[in-house]
């Protein structure tokens, strides 16, 4: 049982429109939301993150936004560039376990 | 860059055969993880470490153990790989008390 999903496989946007890209969670116990970034053959590189007591964190081009009724997030790119395109995961942990569940990923990529 | 290193960065073995993955940090950071990633199933944590010779188990440890006998380097051991322990194999660290986690760069491994 996948406690947290990345229902969209791939998403395909035109150079500086915006890119959406969304995650879901079914444990309600998750208090921390991460995003991360990976291009082939690198390890994952942490992007944004946002705590469960907000319900939007702002970074440059990059936005957080949690709906924790819904069990939702999701992460806006905005102008997206060709050099977003890359695999986007989802994570989740909660309390101080440091332990991370990551989504299954959604490929991205950005038409110039 | 939080100096993570990851070796050997491609194995191929065959099914049997005992396997020995490296993490190394420069950074003497508390927090140490193994995951693998698979198609479909993003990261998934297999054993963490939150200390010398403190280890636990994460999601998928079955088949895998661990050691840290030092805080610079956390090794992941197939006892007898499988082809199901395909995978890419990546290290994180923690380096703070919000979760974020970082990533070595990871190690493909190919059990034949």
């Known amino acids: 049982d996948q406690q947290v999903k990345q229902n969209s496989p791939s998403l395909s946007v035109q150079e500086g429109r915006i890119s959406i890209l969304n995650c879901d969670y079914t444990?309600?116990?998750?208090?921390?939301f991460l995003w991360y970034k990976k291009y082939p053959a690198e390890g994952p590189t942490f992007l944004i993150s946002i705590s469960s007591i907000k319900d939007k964190n702002e970074d440059g081009r990059f936005t957080v936004f949690l709906n924790k009724s819904a069990k939702h997030l999701s992460l806006h790119i905005v102008p997206s560039q060709p050099g977003d395109s890359a695999v986007y995961f989802c994570a989740a942990s909660r309390g101080n376990g440091n332990k991370l569940v990551f989504g299954a990923g959604t490929i991205l990529r950005v038409k110039s | 860059d939080a100096g993570i290193t990851q070796s050997p960065r491609h194995k191929v073995t065959e099914t049997g055969t005992p396997v020995t993955l490296r993490c190394h940090q420069t950074e003497n950071h508390r927090y140490m993880y193994w995951y693998r990633q698979d198609p479909g199933h993003g990261l998934r944590l297999i054993h963490y470490?939150?200390?010398?010779?403190?280890?636990d188990k994460g999601e998928v440890s079955d088949g895998y153990s661990v050691s840290r006998s030092k805080t610079e380097d956390f090794l992941l051991t197939l006892e007898s790989a499988t082809s199901s322990q395909t995978s890419v194999y990546f290290c994180?660290?923690?380096?703070?008390?919000?979760?974020?986690?970082?990533f070595g760069p990871g190690t493909r491994l190919t059990v034949l």
């Open positions: 470490s939150y200390g010398v010779k403190d280890t």
């Open positions: 444990n309600s116990m998750f208090d921390y």
């Open positions: 994180a660290i923690s380096v703070n008390y919000n979760n974020e986690q970082f």
